[in-house]
């Protein structure tokens, strides 16, 4: 079963990525809104996706 992956961001909202197709979505919906996989409850999967390279880019202008 899919599941949303829930990815914290430092400076910007928690985005949730479709397990199944890779579709980032603002909340977690119930059905991916691209694939239309049911996702397993709340289980989601949280991590911190490192943002240095985010900055850097930022910075680097
Ligand atoms: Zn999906």
Redesign the pocket.
């Known amino acids: 079963m899919?599941r949303w992956i829930c990815k914290k961001h430092l400076f910007r909202r928690t985005e949730y990525i479709?397990?199944?197709?890779?579709?980032r979505s603002d909340r977690p919906y119930v059905e991916?809104?691209?694939?239309?996989?049911p996702m397993g409850g709340s289980k989601y999967d949280p991590e911190w996706v490192d943002e240095i390279e985010e900055i850097d880019a930022i910075f680097d202008d």
């Open positions: 899919a479709c397990s199944c197709c890779g579709c991916c809104p691209n694939c239309g996989s």
